[in-house]
């Protein structure tokens, strides 16, 4: 399957975005999503995830109660909404896919990427 991440861009804090991951060869229905971060010079970090009918999204605790991931079985697609945004939030945000429900958090499990999508969130 390929993932194709977009809606990036600049805001200032307080701002909001929203990004969306659409995906092309395989039915995202079968799959576990993620959305993960990469700052600069950080390690890539768990934002959200969700399984397969979208029920039980998981958050990371810096996240939690600003961001909404969310899934359109029948687009295809997947969406992270990002409210009240802060400056620590800038990195290159990626969604990602896999077959298997476990380790949610852990970007190492995850057999496919998108190519990322940079949000800027200036003070």
């Known amino acids: 399957v390929q993932l194709q991440a977009s809606g990036g861009g600049s805001v200032q804090a307080g701002g909001s975005l929203r990004l969306s991951c659409a995906a092309s060869?395989?039915?995202?229905?079968?799959?576990?999503m993620g959305w993960f971060r990469q700052a600069t010079g950080k390690e890539r970090e768990f934002v959200a995830a969700n399984r397969w009918n979208g029920d039980n999204t998981y958050y990371a605790g810096s996240v939690k109660g600003r961001f909404t991931m969310s899934r359109d079985n029948a687009k295809n697609t997947v969406y992270l909404e990002m409210n009240s945004l802060k400056p620590e939030d800038t990195a290159v945000y990626y969604c990602?896919?896999?077959?298997?429900?476990?380790?949610?958090?852990?970007?190492?499990?995850?057999?496919?990427w998108g190519q990322g999508t940079q949000v800027t969130v200036s003070s």
């Open positions: 060869g395989g039915a995202l229905s079968s799959f576990v």
């Open positions: 990602a896919a896999k077959l298997s429900y476990d380790a949610l958090s852990d970007p190492s499990p995850y057999d496919y």
